[in-house]
């Protein structure tokens, strides 16, 4: 059971290019979250999903997309990078529902930067 | 609107010591209550929770009780190991269908 994971995780980026954080679980949860994790700083929350095809914002969500198109995976864009981008990236999820533990399962990270 | 608030690291303690990390949040009604523990170079991961008041969490040791009255969670240890070194989260959620919202973190260094 490989849970949830991120590809890649580590990348430099320069300025303006783009590149899509891959997240990936096979526990057939239903929500799935990005989160971005500053130095020295708490997890901020970018974007969530409830479910396939329903996406929404998060606290910081300028800068990046996302889609839902299967339960499993959970893409996260960033267009035109910038440095106040460089961070790590974790995707998480958990299940939502009659037997939900309350539980977040996390990544192992991606850690990007943009110079 | 909800939040959590950690004392500040970082902490640094000897091995063996007891550990205390306090944590308050502010929420109406009765949230879920979680500490999560991120060790070096991973993501998180569930240390503990607890659902309802006077409830106590425990997991490896670490123990937090949920004190309606006090709206606090504090993460304590009788005797800390190397191996506690990681970073600390308190967390809350309202209900199953709420995000959870985490604190700053807590750094632990146990030194030897």
């Known amino acids: 059971n490989a849970g949830v994971t991120q590809t890649p995780k580590f990348r430099i980026l320069k300025i303006g290019q783009s590149m899509t954080l891959q997240c990936t679980q096979d526990m057939n949860h239903n929500y799935m979250y990005w989160y971005r994790q500053d130095p020295g700083m708490g997890l901020k929350l970018i974007y969530y999903s409830v479910g396939a095809g329903i996406t929404d914002k998060g606290e910081v969500p300028n800068g990046y997309n996302v889609s839902r198109s299967t339960t499993e995976d959970f893409p996260l864009r960033l267009e035109l990078a910038a440095p106040s981008q460089t961070s790590v990236y974790f995707c998480?999820?958990?299940?939502?529902?009659?037997?939900?533990?309350?539980?977040?399962?996390f990544g192992e990270g991606s850690r990007l930067t943009v110079l | 609107g909800n939040s959590v608030t950690q004392m500040e690291g970082p902490v640094t303690l000897s091995e063996e010591a007891f550990l205390t990390i306090n944590c308050t949040y502010t929420a109406t009604g009765y949230p879920s209550l979680f500490w999560y523990v991120q060790y070096p170079g991973e993501g998180l991961q569930l240390l503990l929770k607890a659902t309802k008041a006077d409830d106590k969490g425990s997991n490896k040791g670490f123990e937090a009780t949920y004190r309606k009255e006090t709206t606090s969670f504090h993460l304590e240890k009788g005797s800390v190991q190397v191996s506690d070194s990681a970073v600390y989260f308190c967390?809350?959620?309202?209900?199953?269908?709420?995000?959870?919202?985490f604190g700053p973190g807590t750094s632990l260094s146990v030194i030897p």
């Open positions: 967390a809350l959620r309202k209900t199953s269908y709420d995000k959870v919202i």
């Open positions: 998480a999820s958990t299940y939502e529902g009659n037997r939900n533990t309350g539980e977040l399962f």
